[in-house]
C-alpha cells in the first residue's frame, strides 16, 4: 500500500476561486477554520441554536465520556421533517419549490411546493401510524426515485420511525437481510421502478423478500410503473387508498436529539451487511452546515444531486441537507444515458440549474459517450460542480471543468462516506485553491489525518491511513444491534478516539488530501461499495462452486470492475452457460450492480502459507500487469498457472 501511495502522479495544475465567486460566496474567508480550531465545541453548539429550530434547546454539548460512543447536544428535542418543512412554511416560504421531479420516460413532470410536500408528509405519516407505524419502529422504502420517497423518508422522521431505505437496485435476497436485521414492520415500494427504459418490478421483488420476513405486517405500495402486481390482502395496502384520504395534519413527534433519525446498510469487510445508525439533532447539522459551506446555496440557487435516494449522498444531499435549508432542487428519475447521453445536459438547460453534484463514474461515462451530446445545450445557469464517492483521476476532471464548466465553476471535490454523515474533506468553494482530484482539506470543525500503522501522523508529502481525530456531529452512532463490531471496525486500529475511515491518502506539501481508495476488502464499483466476501459468499453459494476470490481491477468507466475467480467442484466442467449463470446468481444474491464484470474459472488460488488469500496477484493477473512478488505463497507456482488459465480465457 506504501508503495502504491508513493507512486502517485503529481497534479500540479492549482485553481483558485474565480473573485467574483468569492465576492458572492457565503463563506468569502477562510476565519471559519480558525474560528472551528479555537474551540470546536462552541463552534458546533453556535450553529446548532442557529441553524436548527428546536423544541427544547440543548444545554449539553458533546458527552465524550465514552468513547467511541459519542453523543450530541443530548437534552436538545426537535423534529427533523419540521426542520425540513413546518418551519419553511410557517415563515412564509411555503410556495417556493422543494423539488422539481423529472420522471424518466419523456415529458413527465411534477412540481412541489414546500407546502405541498408538508401536506403530502403528514399524510403519509397519518397513513403510516394507521398502518401502526410508532415512534421507535423501524420502516423499510425500497422505491424507485419517485417524489414519493423524500415523502415517505419525511414522514417516517415526522412519527420518529427509523427508516431504513434500501437501493432499488438490491436483490430479494438481500432486502430480505436488511429487512430482518432491524427488525421491520411495515415496507414502502413501489408496483415498479423505470430504469433504462425497462420496468424493474420492485414489488414482485418485495413479495420474494418477505417470504422470509416475518415481522412484517404491512406493505404499502404507489403505482408508478401500472403493471398487474400480486396482493395479499390484509398485508398489502395501496398508497392511493389511504395517503389521499389521509388528514393533511399531523403533529411532529418531539424526538430526542439523540434518537435514531436512520439505519442505512454499507458493505464491510464480511459477507454481511452494517446496519450504519444515525441520530437526530447531529446528522442534521451536519448536513445542513456541509450543504451550506460547500455548496455555497443560496435562496435563488436551483440545485441537483443525481444520486440516488438509496444511498447517503440521497439522504443527506437530496433529503435533508437541501429542505433544512429552504433549497429549490432538481430530482430526477432516471439514469444518466436514457433515453440518451443528453438528459442531463437538457434538464440543466429546461431548469436553469446552477449546481449539479454527481459521480467521478457518471463523468467519465459522459467523457466516453461524447462532447456532442452536450454541446447543443446551453450551460450556462451552472455556477458550482461537485462530485462524490470514488477519486476523481485529473482528467475527467479537467473535462468536467472546461466541458460542462465552461471553465468557470469551482468543482467540490467531497470526500465523505455513510459512516460520517455528511461531507468531511472539500473545498470552500470561495476560500479555496482547488486541484485536480484532491478533494483538499478538512471542513471546518472537522479534524483528518494521514496516519501510519502505528498511528504517527505522517509528514506532508507521504502517505497512509485516514483518520478522523475528533468527534463531528453527524458521525454515526453505532452499527443497528452490533457495539462490539462498531467498535472493531472503526475505533480499534488507533485508538478508541480515532475514527478509522478504511480509506488510504496522502497530503501534498500544502496539506491537501488526495484519496487513495480503500486499504481494506471493500470494492468501490461506480461509486458503490461492496464486500469482496459478499461477492465470494454469493458464488460459493451455487452448487457449482466450490472456492472463490473476489478483488476490484481498473476499470476505465466504473472506476473498479468486480473480478471473481472461481474453483468449481470436481467433476463440473467449466462453461459459457455456467459463468453466466454464476454472474447471474451474484445478482440475486445482492443484486444487479454487484455481478463481476470479469469472472475466470482456475483450478486453484493464490494463497499464503497461513491460507489467507494473496489477492494483489490476483489483481495483477485481472489488470494484465506483470505478477508482483509471490515468494511468500505456499506454492508460487500456482499463480502462473492461474495467469495462463486467465489468460487463455480472456483471448490474450
Ligand atoms: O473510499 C471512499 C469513497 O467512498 C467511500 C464511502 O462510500 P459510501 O459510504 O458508499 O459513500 C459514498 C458517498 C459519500 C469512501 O470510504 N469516496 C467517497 N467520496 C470520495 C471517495 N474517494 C475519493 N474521493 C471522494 N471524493
Not at 199 to 222: F, I, N, R, Y
Not at 253 to 282: Q, W
Not at 324 to 350: D, F, L
Not at 482 to 496: A, K, Q
Amino acid at each position: 500500500m506504501v508503495e502504491a501511495i508513493e507512486t502517485l502522479l503529481e497534479e500540479r495544475r492549482r485553481i483558485p476561486p474565480p473573485a467574483a465567486f468569492t465576492a458572492a460566496a457565503r463563506v468569502a474567508d477562510a476565519t471559519i477554520y480558525d474560528e472551528a480550531a479555537t474551540d470546536f465545541r462552541a463552534f458546533w453548539m453556535g450553529h446548532a441554536l442557529r441553524e436548527i429550530s428546536w423544541f427544547r434547546e440543548p444545554t449539553e454539548i458533546l458527552d465524550d465520556r465514552n468513547p467511541p460512543f459519542y453523543r450530541w447536544f443530548a437534552d436538545g428535542e426537535l423534529n427533523v421533517s419540521y426542520n425540513c418543512l413546518d418551519r419553511h412554511v410557517a415563515a412564509g416560504g411555503g410556495d417556493k419549490v422543494a423539488y422539481t421531479w423529472i420522471g424518466e420516460p419523456a415529458d413527465e413532470e411534477r412540481v412541489l411546493t414546500y407546502s405541498d410536500l408538508l401536506a403530502e408528509v403528514s399524510r403519509c405519516a397519518n397513513a403510516l401510524r394507521e398502518l401502526g407505524v410508532r415512534k421507535g419502529d423501524r420502516v423499510a422504502i425500497y422505491m424507485g426515485m419517485v417524489p414519493e420517497l423524500p415523502v415517505a423518508m419525511l414522514a417516517c422522521a415526522r412519527l420518529g420511525a427509523a427508516h431504513s431505505v434500501v437501493f432499488g437496485g438490491f436483490s430479494a435476497a438481500a432486502l430480505a437481510d436488511r429487512i430482518n436485521d432491524a427488525s421491520c414492520n411495515v415496507v414502502i415500494t413501489c408496483d415498479g421502478a423505470w430504469r433504462r427504459g425497462q420496468v424493474v418490478p420492485l414489488k414482485v421483488l418485495v413479495d420474494e423478500a418477505l417470504v422470509s420476513t416475518p415481522g412484517v405486517e404491512h406493505v404499502l405500495v404507489l403505482r408508478r410503473t401500472g403493471q398487474e402486481v400480486a396482493w395479499q390482502e390484509g398485508r398489502d395496502v395501496w398508497w392511493h387508498d389511504v395517503v389521499p384520504a389521509a388528514s393533511p395534519e399531523c403533529a411532529p413527534e418531539r424526538m430526542n436529539a439523540e434518537d435514531v433519525l436512520y439505519l442505512l446498510y454499507t458493505s464491510g469487510t464480511t459477507a454481511k451487511p452494517k446496519g450504519i445508525c444515525h441520530t437526530t439533532a447531529g446528522y442534521l447539522l451536519g448536513c445542513i452546515m456541509s450543504h451550506q459551506w460547500v455548496f455555497d446555496v443560496r435562496p435563488d440557487d436551483v440545485y441537483w444531486c443525481a444520486a440516488d435516494c438509496g444511498w447517503v449522498t440521497g439522504h443527506s444531499y437530496i433529503v435533508y441537507g437541501p429542505l433544512a435549508n429552504h433549497t429549490t432542487g432538481v430530482m430526477y428519475e432516471g439514469t444518466p444515458e436514457h433515453p440518451s447521453w443528453s438528459r442531463h445536459w437538457e434538464i440543466v438547460q429546461r431548469h436553469r440549474v446552477s449546481i449539479y453534484y454527481t459521480a467521478p463514474t457518471a463523468i467519465r461515462a459522459f467523457v466516453k459517450a461524447g462532447d456532442e451530446h452536450l454541446a447543443r445545450f446551453d450551460l450556462s445557469s451552472l455556477r458550482l460542480l461537485g462530485t462524490v464517492g470514488e477519486p476523481i483521476n485529473p482528467e475527467a476532471w479537467m473535462w468536467y471543468h472546461s466541458r460542462v464548466g465552461r471553465g468557470e465553476c469551482p468543482i467540490v471535490d467531497t470526500w465523505w462516506q455513510t459512516e460520517t454523515g455528511s461531507i468531511m474533506i472539500a473545498p470552500l468553494p470561495g476560500v479555496t485553491t482547488i486541484k485536480p482530484g484532491s478533494a483538499t482539506r478538512a471542513l471546518p470543525g472537522v479534524v483528518a489525518q494521514v496516519v501510519d500503522e502505528q498511528g504517527a501522523e505522517v509528514p506532508l508529502g507521504s502517505g497512509g491511513y485516514l483518520v478522523l481525530k475528533q468527534p463531528w456531529p453527524s458521525m454515526l452512532r453505532t452499527l443497528w444491534g452490533d457495539d462490539d463490531r462498531f467498535v472493531s471496525t472503526y475505533w480499534s486500529r488507533f485508538g478508541r478516539d480515532v475514527y478509522f475511515t478504511g480509506d488510504g491518502a496522502r497530503r501534498d506539501e500544502d496539506g491537501d488530501f488526495w484519496l487513495l481508495g480503500r486499504v481494506d476488502d471493500v470494492i468501490n464499483v461506480a461509486g458503490h461499495r461492496i464486500s469482496t466476501t459478499e461477492i465470494e459468499s454469493a458464488l460459493v453459494g451455487h452448487p457449482a462452486v466450490a472456492e472463490a476470490a473476489a478483488i476490484g481491477a481498473h476499470d476505465a468507466i466504473k472506476g473498479e470492475q468486480i473480478c471473481a475467480f472461481v474453483i468449481l467442484k470436481d467433476g463440473i466442467d467449466q462453461s459459457v452457460e455456467l459463468r453466466g449463470a454464476l454472474v447471474a446468481h451474484v445478482a440475486t444474491q445482492i443484486g444487479k450492480f454487484a455481478r463481476p464484470g470479469m469472472l475466470l474459472f482456475t483450478t486453484d488460488l493464490p494463497k499464503t502459507r497461513s491460507g489467507k488469500i494473496m489477492r494483489r496477484l490476483l489483481k495483477d493477473v485481472a489488470e494484465g500487469r506483470e505478477l508482483g512478488d509471490a515468494t511468500t505463497l505456499r506454492d508460487p507456482a500456482i499463480v502462473l498457472a492461474i495467469k495462463s488459465q486467465a489468460d487463455a480465457q480472456l483471448g490474450r
